[in-house]
Structure formats: structure tokens, C-alpha cells
């Protein structure tokens, strides 16, 4: 149980496009999503904390409106990364709690997304 | 603002060795929960262990245990019986309790198992 699925896997895009990355949680429901991103042979630096039915609180340093965070429904989150640039490729992972596993603070994580901007 | 330092940026072991992974952090809060996270070469994160920062009991699984030593804000990884599945980047990551609750992780250490 508790499997988060991302999709694409994997993107190629151009500079100056936008391109959408979802989160499903597979299995449960989530009120809260994580967004991180991930340099090679680094840490994750989490970029936002996406709620259901909300807005999304953005860690200092993300710019909110190049990357967009949708939480629509319990079990989906968005993120949409508008105007593309090249330094823009990277890895991003989310993440998420399930709702009767909130007190413990755990996460599970998706498989991640790899975007290279061309 | 908490802080989580891995120093150790690479090790290696035998297989069938033990190895200690360290990492220590920094807070001021007194509720609060400390993780140690694998992330293979596939790059999925995996959760290895957790611990709850008001149990004095050591978390344990499997061939997998912890030091945590609080006054000294210390949370150190032991694998036993190193595995060639083990080789992974290994992360420390610490999280406060209550509402709004994330993690902050180390920089992680790369551990290489050899056959």
C-alpha cells in the first residue's frame, strides 16, 4: 500500500514551453503533497507544500508563478513548470501523507520526474 | 531553522560487514522525528528507519539500527550484514512535529557495498 505515482517519467522539452508533472497518490487519500527538486549527487530541497483545495505555500527562493502547484482532488497534485529553461532541468520528486497516517509525519514518495529542457 | 549534517560524503564496505552512516542535527524543538531515507540508483525514495525524538529506545529493522543519542543530537545509521542491495545514496532527515511539518535533509552520503 501507499504508492505514489508520477507521470511523465521522464520529459524532454524546449525553452520557453511549460510543462505539466502529476502526482497520484494510488492507494489513499492526501491532503498534503510535497514538491521537491534534485541535482545530481545532491540533496532534495523541497519547493513547495501543496494542499487540497488551497494554495500552495512555496519555500523561500521558489518562484510561485513559474512553477505552478494545482492540488485538485485528494489523490492528485500538480506541478507545471511555465517558460522552461535549460537550468530549470532537473529532477523533481513529490510526495505524500496519507490523511488517517498524518500524526506520524510520514512520507511516501513518487518515482520522480526527470526534466531536460533543451 | 534545523539544520541536518551528513559530513561523510562517500564510504564503501565489504559485503557481509557492518558499517555506521552519521549524521547530527540541529533544533530547538523538543517534539520532533529524525529518518534515515535510501535512494538506490533507480533514485526512489525509500525509508529505511524512523525515530520518534521522546523514545529513548534505539529504532531497529531488520539489519538496520540507530544511534540516537539527543542530548548530543546525534542520529547515526549502522547496516549489519552489508548487502550489494544496499548501494545507495543514504539521507538523514529530520522533521518537527505539529501542524505544517517537513523535512529538512542532509546532504547524504553515498555508500558503496563491494562484492
Known amino acids: 500500500g501507499a504508492v505514489v505515482s508520477q507521470h511523465p517519467s521522464w520529459v524532454i522539452c524546449k525553452s520557453g514551453t511549460s510543462v505539466k508533472i502529476e502526482c497520484r497518490s494510488l492507494?489513499?487519500?492526501?491532503?498534503?503533497m510535497f514538491w521537491y527538486r534534485q541535482f545530481p549527487k545532491q540533496s532534495l530541497m523541497l519547493m513547495a507544500t501543496?494542499?487540497?483545495?488551497?494554495?500552495?505555500?512555496?519555500e523561500q527562493g521558489v518562484e510561485k508563478d513559474k512553477f505552478l502547484i494545482n492540488h485538485a482532488s485528494l489523490t492528485l497534485s500538480t506541478l507545471t513548470v511555465t517558460s522552461a529553461h535549460p537550468e530549470d532541468s532537473s529532477f523533481y520528486i513529490c510526495?505524500?501523507?496519507?490523511?488517517?497516517?498524518?500524526?506520524?509525519?510520514?512520507?511516501?514518495f513518487g518515482p520522480g520526474t526527470r526534466l531536460t529542457v533543451t | 531553522a534545523q539544520t541536518v549534517t551528513q559530513s561523510q560524503p562517500e564510504m564503501s564496505v565489504q559485503e557481509a560487514e557492518t558499517v555506521t552512516l552519521s549524521c547530527t542535527y540541529d533544533?530547538?524543538?523538543?517534539?520532533?522525528?529524525l529518518f534515515w531515507y535510501k535512494q538506490p540508483p533507480s533514485r526512489q525514495m525509500i525509508l529505511v528507519i524512523r525515530?520518534?525524538?521522546?523514545?529513548?529506545q534505539n529504532a531497529t529493522e531488520n539489519r538496520f539500527s540507530v544511534n540516537f543519542q539527543k542530548a548530543a543530537k546525534s542520529f547515526s545509521l549502522k547496516i549489519s550484514d552489508s548487502q550489494l542491495g544496499d548501494t545507495a545514496m543514504y539521507f538523514c532527515?529530520?522533521?518537527?512535529?505539529?501542524?505544517?511539518?517537513?523535512?529538512?535533509f542532509g546532504k547524504g552520503i553515498t555508500l558503496s557495498v563491494r562484492p
Open positions: 510526495s505524500a501523507t496519507p490523511i488517517e497516517l498524518a500524526g506520524y509525519h510520514e512520507q511516501y
Open positions: 492507494d489513499f487519500q492526501a491532503t498534503t
Open positions: 501543496s494542499n487540497e483545495g488551497s494554495k500552495a505555500t512555496y
Open positions: 533544533t530547538s524543538e523538543n517534539n520532533y522525528y
Open positions: 525515530q520518534e525524538a521522546y523514545k529513548q
Open positions: 532527515a529530520f522533521m518537527a512535529t505539529g501542524a505544517n511539518s517537513k523535512l529538512t
